[in-house]
């Protein structure tokens, strides 16, 4: 039997960047981007991003932001989960908390991109998009040709989105 998480979620802060960018080489699923890239993310759009972490190690995080042509749409950039802690609700848990932060409460819709074959993460949110009672519909994408050769990009968007009764503060 697997030890239960104390799971507790925040929204990110720069000083998380280099951790970020540590668990994203480490995990082998994710495209690395620099230290300085997840500094920076944090820094400009900590307030649109959430960490989860048990007993002070990280466990999963999302980056996104508003989107500046839409500001009703909340883009999830990245979201990531360690291997320890997938299949237990950590990134279910990491989308409400993403959806519920202040800065990303009024969204009307959620989009992120899903790369061609990745069934876990499209498992993942077209589970979010079930248990909030939305749709998840393919929007775009982005061509391998654009990606270096790397699958497809599937642009999709999850709406409406919750009001969340209680935000998650820092």
């Given amino acids: 039997m697997e030890n239960p998480l104390t799971l507790r979620t925040r929204p990110l802060r720069p000083d998380d960047g280099p951790a970020l ?5 480490g995990c082998g699923v994710l495209d690395p981007n620099s230290t300085y890239a997840y500094v920076l993310l944090a820094d400009r759009f ?3 991003g959430v960490v989860a972490e048990d007993e002070g190690r990280l466990l999963g995080f999302v980056t996104g932001f508003r989107d500046p042509r839409d500001p009703r749409t909340l883009f999830l950039w990245q979201i990531g989960v ?3 802690a997938r299949g ?5 848990a990491l989308l409400d908390a993403f959806v519920a932060l202040e800065a990303n409460r ?37 061509a391998s040709a654009l990606l270096d050769g790397k699958p497809e990009e ?15 503060e820092a």
């Fill in 21 to 25: 960018a540590a668990f994203v080489r």
């Fill in 46 to 48: 900590g307030d649109h």
């Fill in 82 to 84: 360690a291997a320890e």
């Fill in 88 to 92: 237990r609700g950590v990134g279910g």
């Fill in 106 to 142: 009024s969204a009307e819709a959620l989009e992120t991109t899903i790369a061609e074959g990745n069934a876990p993460s499209e498992a993942l949110f077209r589970a979010f998009a079930r248990r909030l009672g939305a749709t998840f519909t393919p929007v775009g994408a982005y």
């Fill in 154 to 168: 599937r642009l999709v968007r999850i709406a409406p989105l919750p009001r969340p009764a209680k935000p998650l």
